[in-house]
């Protein structure tokens, strides 16, 4: 049984609270075998109930990693199941073979599992007895990322040391994988496979596209993100994930230099 071992963290903030509904109802729909506790993590207190999910404010004059380090306190178990708020559930999830996963990070001492196969170039060898479970290049950019996934909690709370905002705190996940000397895997099953809602504050056009199809789902209001936005995003990752590395630099340089944002590049260069 999965209660006894996982903790299930859905990272928010006060901003966000308008999709928990939606998200909260996909994942009870998709996930109905789920026996763990949940946690949405946001940062100020909220009139937000549910029967089924707590809420942990960690407080809104905190840096992002510092609110994840202090929803660890309520984690008892050694593993956490990761995702975020605008990460939609749209397929049946297979409960057993959830639990043969984190059986796998039990028995083989893995501290993170990734659900989704990107960035692929942080794709190494596949796992010796297993069909789409391969180990993760730890020194790729992204290897170790937010989408979600397993993470054993001393992993966790080992990259949560230092204050961090969102954004750099991903960018920084790889080094502390390395650093730490995880044992990462990721896994090509679509063992979750979600639907990414909102970029920038505002609605992607597929998750539009989603919820015309499936009324009801999502009711708020929020902006519809530009179709301009969504091709220069679309972009952006294709290059990530195809141009050679020797020209990746030179393109990130000019990508910023004409406007662009990337925090890689900050990282890189503070």
């Not at 909260?24 to 729909?29: D, G, I």
Request: charged share 30%; glycine share 4%.
């Amino acid at each position: 049984m999965l209660k006894d071992t996982i903790t299930c963290l859905i990272f928010s903030c006060d901003k966000f609270s308008d999709l928990w509904d939606a998200n909260l109802k996909l994942f009870r729909e998709n996930w109905p075998e789920r026996d763990f506790e949940t946690f949405i993590v946001t940062d100020k207190p909220t009139e937000y109930t549910f029967s089924d999910v707590q809420i942990i404010a960690a407080g809104s004059d905190l840096e992002w990693s510092d609110r994840l380090k202090y929803a660890l306190q309520y984690v008892k178990t050694d593993y956490v199941f990761v995702t975020l708020d605008d990460y939609f559930l749209i397929e049946k999830v297979d409960n057993n073979r959830m639990e043969h996963l984190v059986d796998l990070m039990v028995s083989g001492r893995y501290d993170y599992i990734r659900l989704f196969k990107k960035p692929t170039n942080a794709t190494g060898e596949k796992l010796d007895g297993e069909t789409k479970l391969y180990h993760i290049i730890n020194e790729a950019n992204y290897s170790v990322n937010l989408y979600s996934g397993f993470w054993s909690k001393k992993f966790f709370e080992f990259c949560v040391r230092e204050p961090r905002t969102a954004w750099m705190f991903e960018v920084t996940l790889h080094e502390s994988a390395v650093e730490y000397g995880a044992n990462c895997l990721v896994s090509y099953e679509e063992n979750y496979k979600i639907l990414d809602v909102v970029r920038k504050g505002k609605i992607l056009h597929k998750a539009v596209r989603y919820f015309k199809k499936h009324p009801g789902i999502y009711e708020g209001n929020r902006e519809i993100q530009s179709l301009l936005y969504e091709i220069k995003l679309w972009c952006k990752t294709f290059v990530q994930e195809h141009i050679p590395k020797c020209l990746f630099n030179t393109f990130r340089s000019l990508y910023v230099k004409f406007g662009g944002q990337s925090f890689t590049y900050q990282r890189d260069n503070e």
